[in-house]
């Protein structure tokens, strides 16, 4: 788990402004997941990446933006058109073997608040 | 997609009894099966997993149990303990094409051990 390194840990934002949260790992893994909780909402996919160059739109992807040009790093772009951005944001990655499994690790998370 | 359920979304035991947390999935194509847990303000780790090939899973305290005729697999906790208090969350894996290393996600479940 200490292989994936979000930041920052706490983020205040204006309304109408876009913010960026970094999330770096150095597992090696081929994937990264982009997560957002909310209370009694559960782990809710924003977007993720098998690859480098290459990403998919996960349940919640409308106002957020990705890129994937490197395999360690998998920034996420929240824009102004998300609606309620507060919230708590985890990354997380994983390698998919495709045969019995893959299991997650998450980064510490990225608490964002829209003042 | 897969829809992951989970049951229920508030648990409380005293401390030394044991606790059950059940999910049912949608998709039979789905084979990996893992629950993490998630103390408050902290990052949800894994605590334990099982593959389709598997029934049953045991890791000390821990058990998972796994029907796939039935689609639902269940976490049991034992005699447990105040530290056990926190978030638990199963999910499930498709495991195959675009959806490979997917994790959908049930709601969580607050299990509370009081004293």
């Known amino acids: 788990d200490g292989g994936i390194t979000q930041s920052p840990k706490y983020l205040f934002r204006k309304e109408g402004q876009n913010v960026t949260l970094s999330c770096e790992q150095n597992?090696?893994?081929?994937?990264m997941y982009w997560y957002r909780q909310d209370p009694g909402q559960g782990l809710r996919l924003i977007y993720y990446?098998?690859?480098?160059?290459?990403?998919q739109k996960g349940d919640i992807a409308e106002g957020y933006s990705v890129s994937r040009e490197k395999k360690e790093s998998f920034p996420l772009t929240v824009t102004s058109a998300q609606k309620n951005p507060t919230a708590f944001y985890l990354c997380?990655?994983?390698?998919?073997?495709?045969?019995?499994?893959?299991?997650?690790?998450f980064g510490e998370g990225s608490w964002l608040t829209v003042v | 997609g897969e829809n992951v359920e989970q049951h229920p979304s508030t648990l409380s035991v005293q401390e030394g009894d044991s606790a059950v947390i059940k999910c049912t999935y949608s998709?039979?194509?789905?084979?990996?099966f893992p629950w993490y847990k998630q103390e408050l303000g902290k990052r949800p780790q894994l605590i334990i997993d099982?593959?389709?090939?598997?029934g049953e899973k045991k890791d000390q305290r821990i058990a998972v149990t796994l029907n796939k005729t039935a689609k639902h697999f269940s976490l049991h906790i034992t005699e447990t303990q105040p530290e056990d208090s926190a978030v638990y969350f199963c999910?499930?894996?498709?495991?195959?094409?675009?959806?490979?290393?997917?994790?959908?996600f049930g709601r969580g479940t607050q299990l509370t051990v009081w004293p």
């Open positions: 998709d039979s194509a789905s084979n990996y």
């Open positions: 997380a990655s994983s390698n998919p073997t495709g045969v019995g499994g893959n299991t997650i690790y």
């Open positions: 597992l090696n893994h081929d994937a």
């Open positions: 999910a499930a894996d498709l495991g195959e094409g675009s959806t490979l290393g997917r994790l959908y």
């Open positions: 099982i593959r389709s090939n598997v």
């Open positions: 990446s098998q690859i480098v160059n290459d990403f």
